[in-house]
Antibody
Framework: EVQLVQSGAEVKKPGESLKISCKGS????????IGWVRQMPGKGLEWMGI????????RYSPSFQGQVTISADKSISTAYLQWSSLKASDTAMYYC???????????WGQGTLVTVSS | EIVLTQSPATLSLSPGERATLSCRAS??????LAWYQQKPGQAPRLLIY???NRATGIPARFSGSGSGTDFTLTISSLEPEDFAVYYC?????????FGQGTRLEIK
């Protein structure tokens, strides 16, 4: 069974750094793209970027390029989303999702809520 | 970047009725379009991929159609559990993008 388990909720202050994680299991981690999706409170889904853990090929939405870094550690089947300096506007739910047999986001993590507040 | 525009923003219907949701792309995405359902407090769920293929476990009352720039998600007879928010998403070009969503609410 494919599972994506995300790290727990975070409360941070503006200017702090953060790295959240998404651990995959039940499939070949290096063979499928994993993406990140933002959902701000009460809003829609935003495609942030995606990584192919097999060779670390990474694509970003222009809206998020330079604002976040997506990475993966294939030795522990885990993808990451990180910020070097958080803003209040980064407050959102962040989902990871794997592009599997359909070539779309077949499986989703449970989401990580990030709250940035002074 | 391809912009996906969904309409209507909100659709109010009763159980048993037919729902028709639209997604229009700013340029052709061929058939590289998916539909997702999201219920409150849950992650999205893939319903339809490549415009018209149902994902695993999705009931037959859900169907998708279209190609190029105009796509439709149809729910033939609404069940109580179908009231949710629906998003389209394209994978024709990087960056992949989502539509802004259609909220399907009980009338």
């Amino acid at each position: 069974e494919v599972q994506l388990v995300q790290s727990g909720a975070e409360v941070k202050k503006p200017g702090e750094s953060l790295k959240i994680s998404c651990k995959g299991s039940g499939y070949s981690f290096t063979s499928y793209w994993i993406g990140w999706v933002r959902q701000m409170p009460g809003k829609g889904l935003e495609w942030m970027g995606i990584i192919y853990p097999g060779d670390s090929d990474t694509r970003y939405s222009p809206s998020f390029q330079g604002q976040v870094t997506i990475s993966a550690d294939k030795s522990i089947s885990t993808a990451y989303l990180q910020w070097s300096s958080l803003k209040a506007s980064d407050t959102a739910m962040y989902y990871c999702a794997v592009v599997a047999t359909t070539y779309y986001f077949d499986y989703w993590g449970q989401g990580t809520l990030v709250t940035v507040s002074s | 970047e391809i912009v996906l525009t969904q309409s209507p923003a909100t659709l109010s219907l009763s159980p048993g009725e037919r729902a028709t949701l639209s997604c229009r792309a700013s340029q052709s995405v061929s058939s590289y379009l998916a539909w997702y359902q999201q219920k409150p407090g849950q992650a999205p769920r893939l319903l339809i991929y490549d415009a018209s293929n149902r994902a695993t476990g999705i009931p037959a009352r859900f169907s998708g159609s279209g190609s190029g720039t105009d796509f439709t998600l149809t729910i033939s007879s609404l069940e109580p559990e179908d009231f949710a928010v629906y998003y389209c998403q394209q994978r024709s070009n990087w960056p992949w993008t989502f539509g802004q969503g259609t909220r399907l609410e009980i009338k």
